[in-house]
């Protein structure tokens, strides 16, 4: 992993745009450096390190696109029916002879075109009759058939290093012949959640205690990412073990995400604890849910910054803010480090079927399930607000996103929607 400086995340504004935040992690964070060769079912979800390019034309050879019947478009005789005598049969894979002049061949989809063959009708636009073929006029020349390279020439990118490799991707490098593929290492996240009034799922809950379920909506997340997720369990609210369970897991980790304890109360410690060992900025992001965040570097080893420093990021505690800054701050974040080009997340319209007021200045996040019908999809509110609801999740399809300006919603109303289980 290439070297962090220490003040890679130093901001000086009170409020945080997501773009802001977003372009900073774009150029403060190296991207990945390194390769290793994987084979192409191990490469689903990882970044592709290197150029490919195609050192075979896709499709290999010229071929037909259809079943049907090739011939020399010259023997088409010009405003009339043709009849060609059927001189072979070719089906695909199997090696084609050339086409002699005033033959047909009947021919099917992904055969090679014989040489001097330089057009197919579709059987359907044809009619057999006695070993010959009854060819319909007005076919133009080329057609029905795929050149050799006309998907992918030789010697071209194929697929630009930096690709998250998902199934199109995939294919296409088995189809140009690649065994194995060039991919960056995955980034090691650490996960650590913190709160004293935690207690782990299974375990026998106190009077005061809540199930920790962070750490396992974020190890979720992290699923879909090229990582590897490492769950570092919870921390307490006390501010030296959360300072040296820090430190210690910087040295074998290229990322620390936590969840809670980065608000402005007396148990927030993880601020204090990233401050301690390394470099602390405190980031509050112009969004809702999800406005206190904490960005850091820790130092890899040894206390100091010498052997570069490994980003921390303080997520907030309620679920569905931690979701949301994951969204906008661990996951551009995770990307960058994993040396794959910044994706966005996908947006789309929909109608608002709600009324709606909120604070100007800050981007607003607001859970909608959506219905889908003829026109714009509708958006249906979810009936509650609070931060801290996990049915506001399940319940719900996708957020509205406000944007910063925005203070109303009405009925009707067109608006920006990012489909939350898409993103997942
Ligand atoms: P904090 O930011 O630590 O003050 O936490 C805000 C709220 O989120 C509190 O109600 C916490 O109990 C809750 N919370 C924090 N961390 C978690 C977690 N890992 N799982 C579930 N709830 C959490
Ligand atoms: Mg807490």
């Not at 010229?62 to 009339?80: C, E, K, M």
């Not at 789309?348 to 399930?369: L, M």
């Not at 026109?375 to 957020?399: C, H, I, Q, W």
Request: overall charge neutral.
């Amino acid at each position: 992993m290439a070297q962090l400086s220490d003040d890679c995340f130093a901001f000086g504004g009170p409020l945080m745009s997501v773009e802001e935040a977003q372009a900073l992690i774009e150029a403060r964070i190296p991207p990945a450096e390194g390769a290793e060769q994987v084979a192409l079912r191990q490469a689903v979800g990882r970044v592709l390190a290197e150029d490919l390019r195609a050192v075979t034309p896709l499709p290999p050879f010229f071929n037909s696109a259809v079943d049907g019947y090739a011939f020399r478009h010259a023997d088409l005789v010009a405003g009339s029916e043709t009849r060609l005598p059927i001189a072979a049969r070719l089906q695909a894979g199997q090696e084609a002879h050339p086409i002699a002049p005033g033959t047909a061949i009947r021919i099917f989809t992904g055969a090679p075109m014989p040489d001097g063959a330089d057009t197919v009708m579709m059987q359907e636009d044809a009619r057999e009759e006695g070993g010959a073929v009854l060819l319909a006029a007005g076919l133009k020349r080329g057609a029905n058939c795929r050149p050799a390279g006309e998907d992918v020439a030789t010697g071209v990118v194929a697929l630009p290093a930096g690709r998250r490799l998902g199934p199109a991707e995939i294919g296409l490098a088995a189809a140009l012949g690649f065994r194995k593929l060039p991919v960056r290492p995955l980034v090691r996240v650490g996960v650590f959640s913190t709160g004293d009034e935690l207690a782990e799922p299974g375990a026998p809950l106190g009077p005061a205690q809540t199930y920790d379920s962070n750490r396992f909506t974020l190890l979720a997340l992290l699923a879909g990412l090229p990582v590897e997720a490492v769950d570092l369990g919870i921390l307490p609210d006390e501010p030296a073990a959360t300072a040296a369970a820090l430190a210690q897991a910087a040295a074998g980790h290229d990322l620390l995400l936590t969840s809670g304890g980065v608000s402005t109360g007396e148990a927030d410690h993880v601020k204090a604890a990233i401050g301690q060992g390394g470099r602390l900025v405190f980031w509050r992001l112009a969004i809702k849910p999800g406005r206190p965040a904490a960005m850091g570097v820790l130092p890899k080893a040894g206390g100091n910054f010498a052997s570069g420093g490994v980003p921390v990021v303080g997520l907030p505690g309620n679920p569905v803010a931690a979701v949301v800054t994951f969204l906008h701050l661990a996951r551009p974040l995770v990307l960058r480090l994993a040396g794959a080009a910044p994706d966005r997340l996908p947006r789309f319209s929909a109608r608002a079927d709600f009324a709606y007021r909120k604070k100007a200045g800050r981007r607003e996040y607001v859970r909608v399930r959506l219905d889908f019908g003829p026109g714009l999809p509708v958006a249906r509110k979810y009936a509650r607000e609070g931060a801290g609801l996990l049915t506001s999740l399940t319940e719900s399809d996708a957020f509205a996103e406000l944007p910063e300006d925005v203070t109303a919603v009405a009925p009707g109303d067109e608006l920006r929607i990012l489909p939350f289980r898409a993103a997942f």
